[in-house]
C-alpha cells in the first residue's frame, strides 16, 4: 500500500517541519514527500535536503495563479499539506481542492492574536502588551480567512512574572514540537472529527 504523502510549506527557520521530518522518517504509512516554500534562502530548505526530503521553490505569483500548485501537488500524489511557519495566504482553490487537508500551526491560542500580520515575534509582543495570562498553540484546519479554520488542538501554557518575548518564543517552539508530529498523525489518521 502507498504512504500518505504530505507536503509541508515553510518559509523560515523551518525547525517545525524538520522536527516533522524527522516523527515520520521511520514510518511505514506516513511520509513527508516535499516540503515547499516561498523564499530560496529559508534555512529550512537545506535541513530538508539533508534528510533526503525533495525541496521546491516557488515564487509568489505562481503561487496566486490559479490551479499551478494545486495540478503539481495532485500529481505527485500529496494527500495532505502542513503549513509550518509558512506566511503566506492559502490561494481560494488550493483550499477548495485540499478541504480539511492543510494544517497549519499558529503560535497563539485562537481567535486570540491572529490574522493578517500576526506571525513570530508579533503574537508574542502583542500576547505580553495584553497583559495575558496564558499564551499556547493552536493547530487548525486552513480557511479562506488568514487563522480562521476550525480547530483541531490547543495547548495552553501560564505566563511567568518577568515573561519577555524571546522566553514565550522558545517555550511556544518547545509546544509545537511537542505537539505537531501528533496531532498531524491523528488528523490524518483521522482519529479526531474532521
Ligand atoms: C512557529 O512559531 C509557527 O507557529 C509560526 O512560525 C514559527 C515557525 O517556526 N507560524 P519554524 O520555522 O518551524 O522554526
Redesign the pocket.
Known amino acids: 500500500m502507498s504512504k500518505i504523502k504530505l507536503a509541508i510549506f ?1 518559509s ?6 524538520l522536527n516533522i521530518i524527522k516523527y515520520f522518517e521511520k514510518d511505514d504509512t506516513v511520509e513527508v514527500a516535499l516540503v515547499l516554500s516561498n523564499k530560496t534562502d529559508a534555512q ?1 530548505l537545506e535541513n530538508a535536503q539533508e534528510l533526503r526530503v525533495n525541496t521546491v521553490v516557488f515564487n509568489n505569483e505562481t503561487f496566486k495563479k490559479s490551479g499551478e500548485i494545486d495540478t503539481y501537488l495532485s500529481s505527485l500524489g500529496i494527500d495532505f499539506i502542513v503549513l ?2 509558512f506566511l503566506r495566504q492559502i490561494p481560494a482553490d488550493l483550499v477548495y481542492s485540499f478541504k480539511n487537508r492543510i494544517i497549519n ?3 497563539s491560542l485562537l481567535p486570540k492574536f491572529g490574522g493578517k500580520g500576526m ?2 515575534k508579533r503574537v508574542h509582543k502583542a500576547v505580553l502588551d495584553s497583559d495575558e495570562t496564558e499564551s499556547g498553540i493552536s493547530i487548525h484546519y486552513v480557511s479562506n480567512e488568514y487563522d480562521e479554520g476550525k480547530i483541531i488542538f490547543q495547548k495552553s501554557i501560564a505566563i511567568e512574572k518577568g515573561e519577555t518575548v524571546n522566553s514565550l518564543t522558545a517555550k ?2 518547545d509546544l ?1 514540537h511537542a505537539f505537531l508530529p501528533i496531532i498531524i498523525e491523528k488528523t490524518i489518521r483521522h482519529e479526531f472529527n474532521a
Open positions: 515553510i523560515g527557520k523551518g525547525s517545525n517541519a529550512g509550518a511557519g500551526i499558529h503560535p506571525f513570530g511556544i517552539q509545537e
